[in-house]
């Protein structure tokens, strides 16, 4: 038994102890925002936040996050999150859009942590989230505009 | 592909056809058995292009609820390629719909309905770029008839003329005050008869068909994490199936023993499939870790053992040989090679590729009331309801397919063995009544799992006659078809010829007075499949990059030295004028940066591209930017065409650069995305793309982008470093 504090919410869940966190939220909580992707931290699919810092919840054991404020897509919230929420829909970012949660969460991080990134910024925190459709180069505008509409600069 | 949508238009045309299209899937590969499903609107025979008879659009394309949403019934697969928009366009263009209230949703089960247009008709399918060419009347139609249909019921329920009802943005409206939405008279509408005959716009009325502004109705949720997925679908005491596959193509099961695994936390059963055997639990976890603890003995007697280096060398000896069933003669090459002033010959190496979209293969199915359900991806609709319906022994009406949104497919999804179905199936049956099973392949079981881009050897020699003219081709391919031992085989394949194996080769567009092209098809147990663009993916690469080395050789401007042989094709003259106006071909390009260009027509669809590629004193190059012009007819939706070339652009440099599956004693080398990288975001070019101003009819934009990116890079490292690529892929250092 695991007890976890999601978006704000605690759940009890009744999971061995190596089971990953993306599973528990999916297979479990019916969370399903959160994407499998690889199940080795290389696409960033499975990005979520703990303790506010984003992280592959695909090789990370339950048993390793009872103590941590988890947030998913579900609970993102915050004026990081709505200014690119907002510019995502405004440049129509996603394709398939399987990855979008990820880099959404990647991308509100990002902001949160530096409110003016360059093309090097974002280069370096999105390089670990992968989108097959190649829609970098709309990530890469909309992060500037909703930097812009955060208030940062968005230089290029 | 051309061909291939000829030969497949040809053989599923009503008049010769339907039969022999029936006869063709009736053996299909990996031994199952399945017939294909007559209709009653296929067996009556429409012509291509528009439907005929009209079907009731709230029957067959247009929902439409209480609350005035519209939601468009589509004929294809929406797996990020835009579609959805595409379709929802041409409705709301033609019903007068605000954008606002527009939705789309996949569709199937009824040939007649939505039988591929651009393919003959007689089923359905999504691929070959071909969704926007057929649904470009049928769609329009449907959003023309629904408005006639809805003013009518409002004529009638108000007492006036309809010709005095207006519609604009959703609203219905009369000069008497009367306004009201497509909600409150859609019962009624649908219970009219259909018009015979309903005029659509001209080009110059349309508000939506070209709008830039237009955003798609998907966006939303894909940004908040609330589309839902294959992977997504949750049903009651849902199970969950992962399959131990053989560790080599072509190896069946010979014993192995579950009773180790079943008192592993989570499993419910252990069933043997035609594809593998299948651990059921209750999650994917416990699945995935009762499946890695199954021991299996496998039978290798039948087993692909070889590995790619030495096929490679086997590819490049039957290319030695020389012979092979020629496919396209023009003039005599031989000759005109031997009185050749200049020859460039040269030998190419593509490896094959994984499709490696996002969302790992997978299907829900469930078998319930005598019905089988079965959600996912699905690109060939028809045929895997014909195969679930084999396995299940059951009509083929009673299959009940649930197209999902799908994260990204480039071909993955249309499989003529129907693999995840199959499995799916499979599964659903031996658990039996009620018990929903979702089937998830793993990373690794994604990459490993085969339906790759064949790997292909090219041996190309071309002449330049004395007046540095382009005078003689000879061309010869190596590798396996993917048509071959498939569904399509006996319907689609003339004398041995996989029209998917040369397409970009065999009719180019250069006037060469001298041309052959020759074909060796091998016999490898490696299963292959369509990769987004096809043949084209290295058809072009091989053709594109020999233009610029015989430009060199002639002193010409490659642009120039393309020009001058297509005076007859003004559609590919178009877009390489274009790219070169935007890109400044011609001026010096900035410090440090270095240009290639080239130009390949796929699927009806022209495009040209320019490279500009930095390198390194350490030898580490990068693509910087990329100009591309693109002539895809109409531009239907301007946005969602500039996303697909970006996005085709960045697939295709993650092949080139990075994509390569090898395979050592026939057990596959890579098996996620740490062996098979993909491109990622710092490696990302910037992109620009210009669209052909065209009345056309529009063609589609999901695969072309991908051909000509390859070559034009190669061009601009060659004019960077002076040294050839011609073994793919390129690395990340010269």
């Known amino acids: ?156 | 592909m051309r061909r291939f949508e000829r030969q497949l238009a040809k053989i599923s045309s009503p008049h010769l056809s339907r039969r022999r299209f029936v006869a063709a899937t009736a053996t299909v590969a990996g031994g199952l058995m399945v017939g294909f499903r007559a209709t009653s609107g296929a067996a009556q025979g429409e012509a291509a292009g528009a439907p005929s008879p009209t079907p009731n659009p709230f029957e067959a394309y247009i929902q439409i609820d209480s609350e005035h949403q519209v939601t468009v019934l589509s004929a294809h697969m929406e797996g990020g390629q835009g579609i959805y928009a595409g379709l929802a366009t041409l409705v709301a263009e033609e019903l007068d719909a605000d954008w606002s209230q527009m939705q789309a949703t996949g569709a199937s089960g009824n040939i007649s309905f939505y039988g591929n247009m651009a393919m003959g008709g007689a089923f359905q399918l999504t691929g070959g770029s071909t969704a926007m060419a057929s649904s470009w009347q049928r769609y329009r139609q449907a959003g023309a008839v629904a408005r006639a249909l809805l003013v009518a019921a409002a004529a009638e329920t108000w007492g006036v003329a309809a010709s005095e009802i207006t519609v604009e943005k959703g609203v219905l409206a009369h000069a008497s005050g009367k306004t009201g939405q497509f909600g409150e008279f859609v019962s009624a509408a649908a219970a009219l008869p259909v018009p015979d005959k309903v005029k659509l716009k001209d080009s110059s009325q349309w508000s939506y068909i070209g709008n830039e502004d237009l955003r798609r109705p998907d966006t939303e949720n894909k940004t908040r994490g609330q589309q839902d997925y294959t992977i997504d679908v949750m049903l009651p005491g849902m199970l969950t199936a992962v399959l131990k596959r053989a560790p080599r193509f072509g190896a069946t099961v010979r014993s192995y023993n579950a009773d180790p695994i079943m008192a592993m936390p989570g499993v419910v059963n252990v069933v043997a499939t035609p594809r593998g055997v299948a651990v059921v639990a209750k999650s994917y976890w416990e699945a995935l870790k009762a499946r890695d603890a199954l021991e299996i003995e496998w039978d290798e007697s039948a087993a692909e053992k070889r590995g790619t280096a030495g096929l490679m060398e086997s590819y490049r000896t039957e290319a030695d040989d020389g012979s092979g069933v020629r496919v396209h003669t023009v003039g005599d090459a031989a000759g005109a090679l031997d009185d050749a002033a200049e020859v460039v010959a040269a030998d190419f190496e593509f490896p094959y590729l994984a499709h490696a979209a996002m969302e790992p293969l997978n299907a829900v199915g469930r078998y319930q009331n005598g019905v089988f359900e079965i959600w996912a991806g699905h690109q060939m609709p028809d045929y895997y309801q014909a195969a679930a319906a084999q396995i299940l022994g059951i009509a083929p009406d009673k299959v009940k397919l649930h197209v999902m949104m799908t994260g990204g497919f480039f071909g993955r999804r249309a499989t003529p063995d129907a693999d995840v179905i199959v499995e799916t199936a499979s599964i659903v049956k031996a658990m039996g009544e009620g018990v929903a099973v979702r089937v998830q392949w793993s990373r690794e079981d994604d990459m490993t799992g085969g339906r790759y881009r064949p790997m292909y050897f090219h041996r190309v020699a071309a002449g330049l006659d004395d007046n540095g003219k382009l005078s003689a081709w000879k061309h010869h391919i190596v590798g396996q078809s993917i048509l071959k031992g498939t569904v399509f085989e006996s319907a689609l394949m003339a004398d041995g010829v996989d029209s998917t194996s040369v397409e970009g080769v065999d009719n180019m567009p250069y006037a060469i007075p001298n041309q052959s092209v020759i074909l060796s098809t091998t016999d490898v147990g490696i299963p292959v499949l369509w990769w987004r663009s096809v043949g084209h993916t290295h058809t072009a690469y091989a053709v594109e990059t020999m233009m610029d080395d015989l430009a060199r050789k002639a002193g010409r401007d490659p642009v120039d030295f393309r020009r001058d042989m297509l005076r007859d094709f003004p559609r590919h003259l178009g877009v390489l004028e274009l790219v070169a106006e935007k890109a400044g071909w011609g001026v010096a390009p900035p410090e440090g940066i270095h240009r290639g260009i080239a130009l390949h027509a796929s699927f009806g669809t022209y495009v040209a591209e320019v490279a500009e590629v930095s390198v390194r004193e350490n030898g580490n190059w990068k693509v910087e930017r990329v100009v591309c012009a693109v002539d895809c007819g109409t531009a239907v939706n301007p946005d969602v065409i500039r996303a697909q070339m970006e996005g085709g652009i960045g697939f295709a440099l993650a092949g080139i650069v990075h994509g390569e599956i090898t395979l050592t004693d026939g057990v596959v080398d890579q098996d996620n995305y740490d062996s098979y990288p993909v491109l990622r975001i710092n490696e990302m070019p910037s992109v620009e793309v210009h669209i052909v101003d065209s009345e056309e009819a529009p063609s589609g934009v999901g695969e072309p982008g991908v051909p000509p990116l390859g070559p034009a890079v190669a061009n601009a490292l060659m004019s960077a470093t002076g040294e050839r690529k011609r073994i793919l892929p390129l690395g990340t250092r010269v």
């Not at chain 1, 499975?46 to 404020?69: F, H, K, W």
């Not at chain 1, 897509?73 to 709505?82: D, K, R, S, V, Y």
């Open chain 1, 1 to 156: 038994m695991a007890t976890l504090d999601i978006n704000g919410t605690t759940h009890e869940v009744d999971v061995e102890a190596d089971t990953p966190l993306l599973w528990v939220l999916r297979d479990h909580l019916h969370m399903t925002g959160t994407k499998f992707g690889c199940g080795k931290a290389q696409c960033g699919a499975c990005t979520v936040y703990l303790n506010g810092s984003p992280a592959r919840s695909c090789i990370m054991p339950v048993a390793a996050v009872q103590d941590t404020e988890i947030t998913t897509i579900e609970g993102l919230a915050g004026n990081a999150a709505e200014a690119v929420q907002s510019a995502w829909a405004a440049l129509d970012v996603p394709q398939c859009g399987y990855c979008q949660s990820g880099q959404v969460m990647a991308a509100s991080a990002l902001l949160e942590s530096n409110p003016a990134p360059s093309d090097a910024d974002i280069d370096r925190a999105m390089s670990g989230n992968i989108c097959r459709c190649a829609t970098y180069v709309r990530i890469r505008a909309a992060i500037h505009q909703a930097a812009n509409d955060l208030g940062g600069d968005g230089d290029a």
